[in-house]
């Protein structure tokens, strides 16, 4: 699933270039990793033909790398042009998105208009749907800033934005026409973000790849330690196994739902907390303890396992205790998941080291997990 070249033909080589390519017949494309990727003119050949190009970025990412961005850009497109975004989970929502909008109305965009997401996950589904509905469809491409989007938010096609009532329930299956992954803008991240992506990385163990679980265990202090080597291959590996599951189920109607292992405890915690008062990563990470923990009570795993996951989770930086919301208001909260079937929510499981599934289970199991862990 991943073939390498040497980028000797661009203009900076900056080390191998990673390509995992994500298979879905005409929407296919080419995931790319490595560092030094926004300078090197080869990233940017290939893409859709346009006379104009919008970049979407935040006020935090912009500063960062915008200029390089639109450089490279240049060259192809006849017009840059550049919609500045806040930062944040809580700006996740219909202004925002009606910001791209108004700015691609406003300049006449047509339907060849190639938007580019230079940021985070927040900024690269709110792009991703503003592409989707824009005269039907315009093409974008991803260019993720932080771990968390790389290895995750930025694969697969899924773009949203938040309601007031539930996280990620307005949006599209839309798929990028690329994603480039610089593993040198994550030097920019600040030590919590960076603990928030590990968690979207440590989700690929449990559900899909035991021995990936293990080499996590083993290289985490890389990992923290912004080590490229230990980077490239968390990026590289976790971009395979959501590759392997969108090529099967690109829509979510089956297999896929088990890359949501910890969304559903972790949803509710960002919805019923506020967004952004934990970053979407911490959320996961807490989410997967306690999705751990109902794994064991319902006697799918071993205590062990339970043990593990959690001195795991809590190496990386992220918690490990859920915030007291109150049992009804976390029932409440998992009923609008988009997994929830006729008002029972359905959680992913781990039913085998490796192995994932969708589960039921009994309000009361549920209640007895969260008293076991809220604060």
């Not at 859709?48 to 497109?77: D, W």
């Not at 976790?238 to 559903?264: M, P, Y």
């Not at 919301?325 to 929830?340: A, I, Q, T």
């Amino acid at each position: 699933m991943m073939t390498e070249h040497d980028g000797n033909n661009d203009d900076l080589s900056g080390g191998p270039v990673r390509v995992v390519p994500i298979a879905l017949d005409e929407r296919s494309y080419d995931i790319l990793i490595g560092p030094a990727l926004l300078d090197r003119p080869a990233t940017w050949q290939g893409l859709p033909k346009a006379a104009a190009a919008v970049i979407v970025s935040n006020e935090t990412i912009a500063p960062l790398f915008l200029a390089r961005v639109r450089a490279q850009l240049a060259p192809h497109y006849a017009r840059v042009d550049a919609v500045i975004l806040s930062d944040g989970e809580r700006y996740k929502d219909w202004d925002s998105l009606n910001r791209i909008v108004d700015h691609l109305l406003a300049t006449a965009s047509d339907r060849k208009t190639v938007l580019f997401a230079l940021g985070g996950g927040v900024v690269g589904d709110m792009t991703g749907f503003a592409a989707a509905i824009y005269m039907r469809g315009v093409p974008f491409v991803q260019v993720p800033t932080t771990l968390l989007a790389q290895v995750d938010s930025s694969v697969g096609g899924k773009t949203a934005i938040n309601h007031p009532l539930g996280k990620n329930m307005l949006g599209a299956f839309y798929q990028p026409a690329r994603v480039i992954a610089d593993l040198d803008t994550l030097d920019s991240l600040p030590p919590r973000e960076l603990a928030a992506g590990l968690a979207e990385i440590i989700k690929y163990g449990p559900i899909a790849d035991a021995e990936f679980l293990s080499w996590i265990e083993a290289n985490l202090d890389a990992l923290l330690a912004r080590d490229k080597a230990a980077l490239a291959h968390a990026v590289q590996r976790s971009c395979e196994i959501k590759a392997w599951v969108v090529g099967q189920d690109e829509r979510e109607s089956g297999l896929r739902a088990i890359l949501n292992f910890g969304h559903t405890f972790g949803h509710a915690i960002e919805t019923g907390l506020g967004y952004g008062e934990w970053l979407h990563g911490e959320a996961v990470g807490c989410g997967m303890v306690l999705a751990s923990d109902l794994s064991v009570r319902l006697g799918l795993m071993p205590p062990e396992f339970l043990t593990r996951m959690r001195k795991l989770i809590e190496r990386a930086g992220l918690p490990v205790r859920a915030p007291r919301l109150g049992v009804e208001r976390y029932l409440e909260l998992m009923r609008v998941d988009k997994k929830s079937e006729g008002g029972e929510i359905r959680f992913v499981v781990i039913e085998g080291l490796g192995r994932a599934g969708m589960r039921g289970a009994p309000d009361a199991l549920v209640a007895e997990v969260l008293d076991a862990y809220c604060d």
